[in-house]
């Protein structure tokens, strides 16, 4: 059998890393205090205006039976009744409304949360996961959260206050009848704790039942076009019928033990009704002679047997929104990995102590390592003019890149300082050109806005111009104002290189890092690429890139040789 | 609504099941009301027996009916909820199996062009999460409606039966606002935000992941802060939206609730005149309303799935459009060829829309039992070329006539599922002996004989349990397993190192006789032998 897919919500965890998700999961609860607490005092105005319309119904039906008074004089009893209808309504109603907004609110909280890990871990470390995954913690798995804080963390604090608020009114009311309420839910902690486990277990194996099944049936959509050239359509159908059929039956044989944990509180709370509801009756007859049974009466009785189901609902209520706290746990654990994860770059403005000339890069004594004794710079020292055009070239793997990154202030040296034209890394704007270009979805100008807000439109088209985008802007009807990629399809790799090129042009950067910048280009892109440097060059701009490209090292009037840990001119 | 309907044909295709699974809850429903009901009539009328007899006077009273009924109801509310959970649980089951079989189907028929805009990661997902929402269709909203609709007529009936006419005709009308207000109401105020929830969120995620794969830059140019505002905006107005959601369901919820409240109230105010007149009896008096106060637990069912409808009903329409079929007529083949040819194109074109065409006026003829290379760089519309030989894709102008063939996709697509499976695509017929003689000549003999499981070894997630040059290996022997004359072979030595790469293709020149074979490559080394090279420009 398949193995089971990556790890998705309501997968067991460990009880270390359960106690750590509570915590923040609390933490996170703390900060949406005030709609907690609102959801619960509408909660239990719902509550009360519950029990109220219980006493009144009994009470109306006590006078109109057993003393026969008149209609009119129940009138009074029966406008209260519909207030408390009337008010149990509104507490429902602002109850959900105030559980959407805390929901909201922790949601904004985790987002933010999580978006500051971003920015603290830097473009490099985070590049390690692939945006797929970040974009599915962000949202759903924050989304997850949703149910937790909406409906189960509520409903947790109200199946312990309605109860005891019955209990303690049905105890008043008679006592042995409260001691059955009592018995039949021993110890209400007790009772949570079995729905809880069948809840849990439940829910852990649907998940991983569901997901093995989806994972089936997505593996052969993803591959239907080979199925399909092979004629084996049909055959796949059946075979994604014969394993969801499998499933189904090891499914079946665990729920039908699973469920029986609800069955037990639906036994008790069956029984618990029966058994009131004759006691009571035997009672009122007068057949039982002990106890506090001789001073019921209709009132007393009837009002006992229509609480006792509402001492019962908000535990059957809890044990249905079981599954949100087990989707919340899950989630919350590879949020918490992802907030837990190691943050390598040191908040670039603490090192801002002003000390280099305005005029140079300078680095002083860096080392850089990401393994113990394995150096991937060591003791280094550079400097470099203003407007100069440096070449770094060397090994793979030979620390070209991470030079880059360092100067970017994308991560942090492990000794050293280094000082660009008298500012620290990463404290001031300048142009980086990744391997990957980087388009959004939207317009040509959208495109170039995101870096440069401000920019006009005769510029965007002259930076588009400047890296040989000119003849595509061309061929698009509205200009700089069409969508960058139509009809579902995108742009060629070197030509979304090129459109983060012109984003560098129009901003007027200083500084210019570029990694590989023609690595994996076609030609035409190739071209456009050596073209556009060279003007900025030309311009006076300081470039510093990584390059084994021959025209590229032309370009440069000082080339640097990175190896095993050293930088020397080549 | 219209786009529910193939989807509904496909859950009523088992009645049976799903009138058994909607008695069982109908038991359990009236279990409970009975439980309650029978109680409040035994109290009442105990209550009242108890006066006499304390009064002296004379009075009897059948206990074993009601005590029998209230224990009865006791036991049947408990084991019905059981059975019925079981039993529904299994439907639920069944229909996620028929709808992701009719959904396969429904995409194997459905255009390859739509589907090639559709394959990622993300619609998967999608995908995914769509037959989800649809398969609780049963549980979570025809039975509760049908449940909520029968059971008030019951107890209209049974107010009509009890009371009088007038009594149950404000009853029922109560309990209809209930009805609507639980259903039609939150479906009309929801259905627009729960319609738009789904593509909301993927333009979110689009924005997330372009924002993470623009990190670097947008950090050099110091607007990280300002993006990620813009996506925390965005990404709140999705919330918000369903903050508006769920606060209409929890109103509807309270509105539907209140007004079943208000159905017992008002059963009970009509009550007391019929009881003043002796038209009822106390105990009867009483047990209408309590059996209207249990209507509650069914209608508490109802606004959060109708909530839902809107978005389940957006999922059913985007997997209607998955499913469409194209009218693209299939590309003809074999037939009409001129003899001794395999492969015959004439004046194709290939071009997508808003693009330069990739190929105009491309011809080329392809004797049988030729070997023909085909060079190009990446992006030179080589897998083009080869998936429109194949005939996945569409030719914009052009004919293009050929035997029939196998085809190594650039991709490697295997499956999670044996090995055997895996390779009996190719040929289903083969014998053991065949796949043994066929994995020996790719060199993956020794390793999998070598596996516990030997043929049946499983392969992992997207045959994650093989290198890379193992499993384009396995896909390359499923295509040689062809007996299709004509074999197309996208880079097929992809992730295979140099001296692998040799002693393959020159095990494949025995299998591949009599052949007509069409390779594609970004380099000459990478091709197997050719009688015959084209290069491709561009």
């Not at chain 1, 042009?505 to 440097?533: K, N």
């Not at chain 2, 009075?59 to 408990?78: E, H």
């Not at chain 2, 894709?393 to 999670?416: K, M």
Request: some cysteine.
């Amino acid at each position: 059998m398949a193995k089971p897919r990556a790890n998705r919500g309501g997968e067991s965890v460990s009880a270390t890393d359960q106690r750590a998700i509570k915590e923040w999961l609390a933490h996170l609860a703390r900060g949406s205090r005030f709609w907690i607490r609102a959801t619960l005092a509408a909660g239990i105005v719902a509550g009360v205006a519950t029990i109220i319309q219980m006493i009144l119904l009994a009470r109306i039906i006590h006078l109109g039976v057993i003393e026969e008074a008149p209609v009119a004089g129940l009138l009074p009893f029966f406008l209260g009744l519909i207030l408390a209808l009337a008010v149990r309504a509104l507490g429902q109603g602002f109850q959900a409304r105030f559980a959407a907004r805390c929901s909201e609110q922790v949601r904004r909280q985790a987002r933010r949360q999580l978006h500051k890990h971003w920015q603290a871990t830097g473009p490099v470390e985070l590049g390690q996961s692939s945006a797929g995954t970040l974009a599915r913690e962000w949202i759903d798995h924050v989304e997850a959260l949703h149910g937790y804080f909406a409906r189960f963390l509520p409903q947790m604090t109200l199946s312990m206050i309605v109860p005891v608020l019955i209990l303690a009114l049905v105890f008043w009311l008679d006592w042995l009848a409260g001691t059955f309420l009592l018995l039949s839910a021993p110890l209400i902690p007790l009772f949570m704790a079995l729905v809880g486990m069948g809840a849990e277990k439940l829910n852990q194996q649907h998940f991983e039942t569901i997901s093995r099944l989806s994972g089936q049936f997505l593996d052969k959509v993803r591959g239907l076009t080979t199925l399909q050239l092979f004629g084996q359509t049909a055959g796949a159908a059946e075979l994604i019928r014969k394993r969801s059929d499998h499933y189904r039956r090891i499914t079946m044989k665990m729920l039908r033990v699973a469920f029986l944990s609800s069955a037990v509180l639906e036994f008790f709370a069956s029984v618990a009704i029966a058994v009131i509801a004759i006691y009571i009756g035997f009672g009122l007859l007068g057949y039982i002679t002990y106890g506090p049974s001789e001073d019921l009466t209709l009132f007393s009785g009837l009002l006992i047997l229509l609480l006792a189901p509402e001492f019962f609902q908000p535990l059957r209520t809890l044990s249905q929104h079981y599954h949100d706290r087990a989707a919340a746990l899950g989630a919350g654990n590879e949020i918490l990995a992802r907030l837990d994860s190691p943050v390598s770059r040191e908040s670039s403005s603490e090192m801002a102590s002003v000390e280099g000339a305005e005029d140079r890069i300078e680095l002083r004594s860096v080392n850089k390592s990401f393994q113990p004794d394995q150096w991937v710079l060591r003791n280094l020292t550079l400097t470099i003019q203003k407007g100069e055009v440096i070449a770094l070239t060397g090994p793979s793997g030979g620390g070209k890149s991470t030079l880059l990154h360092l100067l970017a202030g994308f991560m942090a040296p492990d000794a050293g300082e280094i000082h660009l034209f008298g500012q620290a890394p990463g404290s001031f704007r300048f142009g980086w050109l990744g391997q990957k270009g980087f388009l959004v979805q939207g317009t040509w100008a959208d495109n170039l806005r995101l870096t440069t807000p401000d920019a006009s439109d005769i510029a965007i088209e002259t930076a588009l111009r400047n890296v040989g985008l000119g003849s595509l802007l061309d061929s698009r009807q509205q200009g700089i104002y069409s969508p960058v990629s139509e009809e579902g399809q995108g742009l060629s790799g070197g030509q979304a290189r090129r459109l983060s090129l012109a984003r560098i042009f129009l901003a007027d950067y200083h500084l210019i890092l570029l990694d590989e910048p023609t690595a994996g280009l076609d030609s035409d892109s190739e071209v456009f690429v050596l073209e556009a440097l060279h003007k900025l060059a030309v311009a006076g701009k300081t470039l510093i890139f990584s390059t084994h490209h021959q025209a590229l090292l032309a370009l440069a009037n000082r080339v640097l040789l990175v190896s095993s840990g050293e930088v020397r001119d080549a | 609504m219209r786009d529910l309907k193939p989807w509904l044909d496909l859950i009523f295709k088992r009645p049976g099941r799903l009138v058994v699974g909607g008695f069982l809850m109908l038991a359990t429903l009236l279990s409970g009301i009975g439980l309650l009901a029978v109680s409040g009539w035994f109290i009442t009328e105990t209550a009242l027996v108890g006066l006499l007899l304390a009064a002296g006077l004379a009075a009897t009273i059948n206990l074993y009916v009601p005590g029998g009924a209230i224990r009865l109801f006791a036991v049947s509310r408990t084991v019905f909820r059981y059975i019925e959970r079981v039993y529904n649980h299994d439907t639920v089951l069944r229909l996620l199996t028929d709808i992701r079989v009719a959904l396969f189907r429904g995409l194997s028929r459905a255009g390859r062009i739509r589907r090639g805009e559709l394959s990622g990661a993300q619609w998967l997902s999608r995908l995914t999460s769509d037959v989800d929402a649809l398969d609780t269709l049963y549980l979570r909203l025809i039975a509760p409606t049908a449940l909520a609709g029968l059971v008030t007529i019951l107890v209209v009936v049974l107010a009509a039966v009890l009371f009088d006419i007038g009594t149950a005709l404000l009853v029922g009308l109560l309990l209809v606002i209930a009805l609507v207000i639980a259903t039609a109401g939150v479906y009309l105020v929801t259905r627009r935000l729960a319609a738009r929830q789904s593509d909301r969120q993927e333009e979110l995620r689009t924005a997330v992941i372009e924002h993470i794969e623009g990190f670097s830059e947008l950090t050099a140019a110091g607007r990280t802060g300002k993006h990620a505002a813009w996506l925390m905006r965005t990404a709140h107005q999705v919330t918000s939206e369903q903050v508006k959601a769920d606060t209409r369901v929890g109103w509807h919820l309270a509105g539907s609730h209140l007004f079943v409240n208000l159905s017992a109230v008002l059963a009970l105010w009509s009550g007391f005149a019929l009881f003043q007149s002796d038209s009822v009896s106390g105990p009867v008096l009483v047990l209408l309303p309590i059996a209207l106060l249990g209507l509650a637990e069914v209608y508490a069912m109802l606004p959060d799935a109708f909530g839902k409808l809107g978005a389940t009903v957006a999922c059913a329409k985007r997997l209607n459009r998955d499913c469409h079929e194209d009218k693209q007529p299939a590309p003809p083949i074999g037939s009409e060829l001129p003899p001794k040819t395999a492969l015959l194109a004439e004046n194709v074109a290939v071009k997508y829309d808003g693009y330069t065409p990739l190929f105009t006026r491309f011809n080329l003829v392809i004797g049988e039992g030729e070997r023909i290379g085909i060079l190009g760089h990446s992006g030179s519309g080589k897998s083009s070329l080869a998936n429109v030989f194949a005939g996945l894709s569409p030719l914009s102008q052009g004919s293009l006539r050929r035997q029939d063939c196998a085809y190594l996709t650039q991709e490697t697509v295997l499956f999670e599922d044996t090995l055997r499976a895996n390779l009996l695509l190719g040929s289903p017929e083969a014998s053991d002996t065949e796949l043994w003689s066929i994995l020996e000549q790719m060199e993956l003999a020794g390793r999998f004989a070598t596996e516990p499981d030997q043929l049946d070894t499983w392969l992992g997630s997207a045959g994650s349990r093989l290198s890379g040059g193992e499993a384009r290996r396995v896909a390359l022997a499923r295509v040689l397993l062809n007996p299709a004359p004509l074999v197309i072979l996208d880079e097929p030595f992809t992730g295979l190192d140099a001296k692998t790469r040799a002693r393959v293709s020159k095990q494949m020149e025995a299998i591949l006789a009599g052949k007509t074979v069409v390779s594609l490559a970004h380099g000459s080394e990478a091709l197997p032998g050719t009688d015959r090279v084209i290069y491709l420009g561009g």
